[in-house]
């Protein structure tokens, strides 16, 4: 019965033995307290000198917050973790037959012949400094009791003895290759495992033969999740092999393992309008991460208050209007902005001195002006669309990360807000940009349609896709014209 009450799941399909790896079902009331983490909660400041104090700011990295939005996704990582687990009960006949056939199975055709299992997926995006790594890897490690669990050999489980492994969790390949990612998911399931699976696959360059071995190896040690970290625009959305990627993650859920892809906003575009696909996203949810707003309570009454309790001084003197409105505008909204400006002023502080040692406005000042806030607030005035501030192109406005419509209004306001010599840079750059969406757009296009019958049902695509890229690139090659047009226009000007 203690089982049925920590794995509740387990009364509807019988012990699971792979539950081990896991803690008890976690509440969403529970979730807080358990996510919750403080490094200087066990530590006396009192005896250590203030000058000392300095070294203890990069712990500042580990503090973590619990707001609103954190609990969704941690709700969401326990539910595919539980759910494919659930699938590969080697206590379900139909559960060892399927890991059975994986394990025979010769091809990714002979794979996709298998009887699909429901396994699930969840999208985590935002912006750089928006916390999305940290956050899923607090999740995993509060959810997760053990990520190697070794079971002896059993009969009744269908095994001569099993090591589980209970998740991996890569980055994406910086050179954005299906190989690269491949061999990576390989090397990490050797590292964690104690495994030589990437050793016996060093030289295959084969994609299908790869496949395969990932997806035997996943099985064959019963990975619940695989999370994949650091997608990108330019390495998986602008990919030319961008629906190949997605259709390996829909081959994996088919299989019952879950996949868990985090990355920048603009990474996933090219999966939003694919209804199969994120029919299966959907299921632990499309976490969109944006940054924090005053009218917003997981910021303004849930992140901001608690970030004072990393405080290596005894306060502040200053204003705390005044004080909102200087992080503010320095952080965007952003957590991973706001917690290096707060070290920075603790930094001027401490090394200022005093008795008590109290933050002023002159440490503000000493921080906003540290070379290691310079380009973070370069970065946060380009995600504020503040006028002639410096272009990232992996970095969409405040504005356009909650209406990704805007996005091209928002580059034509930038053009009209310049003057001089930027209005001939900013057109040089999104001329760039543009000239690149094109093709883009255009290799799209050609993916699709060199895709077979079945690879199409997949991913739910349909003529109506076709069409609407065909459509794209139009107006693309329409926008392309108009700029060009534009810096003729500005070349005349000066």
């Known amino acids: ?46 005896t250590i000198p203030l000058q000392k104090r300095e070294s203890l700011l990069p712990f ?12 969704e996704v941690f709700m969401g990582v326990q539910e ?9 009960n080697p206590l379900q006949r139909a559960a060892r037959l399927h890991a059975n056939r ?37 999740c995993l490690q509060v959810l997760v009791k053990h990520l190697v669990l070794d079971h002896p050999a059993s009969e009744e489980y269908g095994w001569y003895g099993m090591r589980q492994v209970a998740y991996l969790y890569v980055d994406f390949p910086s050179n954005g290759t299906r190989g690269a990612l491949l061999h990576r998911i390989l090397e990490e399931l050797d590292s964690v495992a104690g495994t030589n699976y990437s050793g016996e696959h060093k030289r295959t360059v084969n994609i299908d033969i790869l496949m395969v071995a990932v997806c035997k ?35 994996l859920m088919n299989l019952g393992v879950s996949v868990a892809l985090c990355g920048n ?23 969109e991460l944006t940054p924090g707003q005053q009218t917003d309570p997981w910021w303004t009454k849930e992140f901001v208050p608690r970030v004072d309790e990393f405080m290596l001084v005894d306060g502040f003197a200053v204003d705390l209007a005044w004080r909102s409105e200087v992080e503010t505008n320095f952080s965007a909204g952003i957590p991973g902005f706001l917690l290096p400006l707060r070290c920075e002023v603790m930094r001027s502080a401490i090394r200022r001195g005093g008795s008590p040692c109290l933050i002023s406005e002159d440490d503000y000042d000493e921080a906003l002006n540290s070379p290691r806030l310079k380009k973070i607030a370069s970065i946060s005035q380009a995600i504020q669309g503040i006028p002639n501030s410096d272009h990232y192109f992996d970095l969409p406005s405040t504005e356009c990360l909650r209406n990704p419509s805007l996005r091209a209004k928002h580059d034509v306001a ?65 926008h392309k014209k108009d700029l060009a047009q534009r810096g003729r226009n500005a070349k005349a000007a000066t």
């Not at 040690?221 to 990108?232: G, N, S, T």
């Not at 999966?271 to 299966?280: A, E, G, I, K, Y």
């Open 80 to 88: 595919l973790l539980r759910r494919s687990l659930s699938l590969m």
């Open 414 to 478: 930038q053009l009209d807000a310049a003057s001089g010599s930027a209005v001939l840079e900013l057109l040089r750059k999104l001329q760039q940009r543009v000239s690149a969406e094109l093709t883009r757009t255009r290799n799209k296009l050609k993916e699709i349609q060199g895709l077979s019958k079945e690879d199409a049902e997949a991913l739910g695509l349909t003529l109506h896709h076709v069409n609407e890229l065909q459509d794209s690139i139009a107006k693309i090659e329409q």
């Open 265 to 287: 906003p603009l990474a996933f575009d090219h999966m939003m309008n694919l209804s199969q696909v994120m029919r299966r996203f959907s299921i632990a949810g499309v976490h």
């Open 102 to 138: 994986i394990g025979a199975a010769r091809s990714t055709l002979q794979l996709r012949q298998l009887i699909c299992l429901d396994g699930a997926g969840m999208l985590v995006s935002g912006i750089t400094g928006r916390g999305k790594t940290r956050l899923i890897k607090r």
């Open 1 to 46: 019965m203690n089982d049925c009450l920590e794995h509740p799941e387990t009364l509807l399909t019988g012990p699971n033995p792979l539950f081990g790896v896991l803690r008890p079902f976690v509440t969403l009331g529970e979730v807080p307290a358990l996510l919750n983490y403080n490094p200087l909660s066990t530590l006396d400041l009192k």
């Open 217 to 251: 190896a996943l099985i064959n040690h019963r990975v619940a999740l695989l999370v994949v970290d650091e997608k990108q625009s330019m390495t998986f959305n602008d990919s030319q092999w961008a629906l190949q990627f997605v259709l390996f993650y829909l081959s």
């Open 60 to 71: 500042a990295e580990q503090l973590f917050i619990p707001s609103g939005p954190n609990l």
